[in-house]
């Protein structure tokens, strides 16, 4: 069986069904809009979509689910897609 890449940093993996979760905070909310609006993009782009998507004025929750029967290499690739957009974008993001 093939050996899964690390999980990406900052994410958790989770339960059942399998997920990956991230929360984003940004210190304005103009900075979480053009994340999201980053993450459409990359998410029409790719022809993949986070299943759940929450956010408020300065923050956004991302949850991936598994795309088989559990958390592949996929996965873990859309997961750090998914961050990049904080370098692209140059988003002013809090640790």
């Known amino acids: 069986m093939d050996r899964l890449p690390d999980l990406p940093e900052r994410w958790e993996g989770r339960g059942t069904p399998p997920t990956l ?50 958390l592949g290499t996929e996965d873990y690739e859309f997961a750090r897609a998914i961050d990049g957009l904080l370098t692209a974008g140059n988003l002013a993001h809090k640790d």
């Open 21 to 70: 979760f991230r929360r984003f905070e940004f210190s304005r909310y103009s900075e979480t809009r053009a994340f999201l609006d980053a993450l459409a993009a990359l998410a029409e782009h790719s022809a993949r979509h986070p299943q759940n998507i929450n956010f408020g004025a300065t923050y956004v929750n991302v949850t991936i689910e598994a795309l088989g029967t559990g």
